[in-house]
């Protein structure tokens, strides 16, 4: 469970556990937002569900040349087998454009997604064809949904990739995670042969972003959970050479997950053991960094519950939107708005009596946020992938 669910998929394909937490069901204030009826309107809040009656799951939202959006992630209700990549493209209202699916007959599953005009690129991993257990993959699929292309990249070892972003130099960049160990970035050309790769050093990403002032950063962990991690951002140029890492976190595991460029340096959000006296909880790490990634000011934030922060955004309003997962009698949906350093003015849950959760955000043009992950508790069966759209405002003060 928590934030590793989709990284222990590719660890351990055939081990999907998904425990039922049997506490007492007080599900008082969690709200499954109505779906449909949204429109193009973004002056209301809705969900919409995509996806049939086996497992899909969404891990990445994007704006479309169109103003509309695309998701993706993995299907098990269609393909060629086992999960197949999964993009759904739908229009700002959440309306279903086209749904494509791509892999072969083994897991395939995407984390990362670039829109270049009509073309969609895809990464994440394949089982289905592959140097020797999982490798990193890159796809594109076309404006009818048709995939042009794919590739594979990687070792006999586990590979996969986090992100996809368009080059300095022209090609495509990967992040990848190389060899089962090591962070790890590779340059394809725009048909996605290899060009080269290179390799940062034990410890895994999540995240590659193309910088403002265009290098690479990767976010992430360096080490291992079983001897300690520590959060990692690590700068890169357009060669693949290092220009900087810095690390944060205290003593325990702690990671990255995603961040983003911010007014003034970057905005990271990850997982944080809180060292209490009791017992270690689970909460979401907020950090704010300089250009050179020297730390302005950090939090944990959470409750009695487990949390995960997995995507953040910067607001219009200067502050930071936070989206990922709580737990509480199953997983839900999790949102928590703050101000410019970090401190929360409200927060939210989504979702119903099973699995629920977050994983990406993005900000409408008329300051609204659109929120993508998956839902166990409404939809087509088992999880569905799941688009929330929310105002800048809660509808009514919420409690904690
Ligand atoms: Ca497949
Ligand atoms: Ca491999
Ligand atoms: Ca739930
Ligand atoms: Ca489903």
């Known amino acids: 469970m928590k934030k590793m669910t989709h990284y222990l998929r590719i660890l351990m394909?055939?081990?999907?556990?998904?425990?039922?937490?049997?506490?007492?069901?007080?599900?008082?204030?969690?709200?499954?937002i109505?779906?449909?009826?949204?429109?193009?309107?973004?002056?209301?809040?809705?969900?919409?569900?995509f996806g049939g009656p086996d497992e899909e799951e969404v891990y990445c939202l994007e704006e479309t040349a169109d103003g509309g959006y695309a998701m993706a992630g993995f299907s098990r209700s269609n393909?060629?087998?086992?999960?197949?990549?999964?993009?759904?493209?739908?229009?700002?209202?959440?309306?279903?454009?086209?749904?494509?699916?791509?892999?072969?007959?083994?897991?395939?599953?995407?984390?990362?997604?670039?829109?270049?005009?009509?073309?969609?690129l895809a990464a994440g991993y394949t089982y289905s064809d592959t140097y020797g257990s999982a490798d990193a993959w890159l796809g594109m699929v076309n404006e009818d949904a048709i995939s042009v292309w794919d590739n594979h990249y990687g070792s006999e070892y586990i590979d996969f990739a986090h992100s996809i972003v368009d080059g300095v130099s022209g090609d495509l960049i990967l992040g990848v995670n190389l060899n089962g160990d090591s962070l790890g970035i590779v340059a394809t050309n725009t048909s996605g042969t290899e060009l080269w790769k290179k390799n940062y050093g034990q410890g895994t990403a999540f995240k590659l972003i193309r910088t403002p002032d265009h290098y690479y950063m990767l976010g992430g962990y360096v080490g291992t959970p079983e001897t300690g991690t520590d959060?990692?951002?690590?700068?890169?140029?357009?060669?693949?050479?290092?220009?900087?890492?810095?690390?944060?976190?205290?003593?325990?595991?702690d990671r990255i997950d995603n961040f983003a460029p911010a007014t003034g340096g970057y905005i990271f959000t990850g997982t944080i053991f809180d060292l209490g006296p009791e017992n270690e909880m689970e909460n979401i790490f907020l950090g704010?960094?300089?250009p050179e990634g020297t730390l302005l000011w950090e939090k944990s934030l959470g409750g009695q519950q487990d949390q995960n922060g997995r995507a953040v955004i910067e607001t219009r309003d200067g502050g930071y939107l936070v989206v990922g997962m709580t737990e509480t009698t199953s997983t839900e949906g999790y949102v928590v708005k703050t101000d410019s350093s970090g401190t929360p003015e409200w927060n939210r849950t989504f979702g119903g009596d099973a699995d629920d959760g977050f994983w990406d955000v993005k900000e409408t043009?008329?300051?609204?946020?659109?929120?993508?992950?998956?839902t166990n508790s409404e939809g087509s069966g088992l999880s569905d992938a799941w688009l929330v759209h929310i105002l800048s405002?809660?509808?009514?003060?919420?409690e904690d």
Do not use: H, M
């Not at 959060?231 to 595991?253: M, P």
């Not at 043009?365 to 998956?374: C, D, E, K, P, Q």
């Open 13 to 32: 394909p055939t081990i999907l556990l998904v425990p039922a937490l049997i506490f007492l069901s007080c599900d008082s204030e969690n709200g499954v």
């Open 34 to 49: 109505p779906g449909g009826g949204g429109g193009s309107d973004q002056g209301t809040e809705w969900s919409k569900t």
């Open 79 to 120: 393909g060629e087998g086992d999960q197949d990549v999964y993009i759904v493209k739908v229009g700002n209202g959440g309306e279903l454009g086209w749904e494509s699916f791509v892999g072969g007959a083994q897991d395939d599953a995407a984390f990362g997604l670039y829109v270049n005009g009509g073309t969609y």
């Open 231 to 253: 959060a990692v951002l690590i700068k890169i140029d357009s060669a693949g050479d290092e220009v900087w890492r810095q690390t944060y976190g205290n003593t325990d595991n």
């Open 288 to 290: 704010k960094v300089d």
């Open 365 to 374: 043009l008329s300051g609204s946020y659109l929120i993508a992950g998956y």
């Open 393 to 398: 405002e809660p509808p009514e003060p919420e």
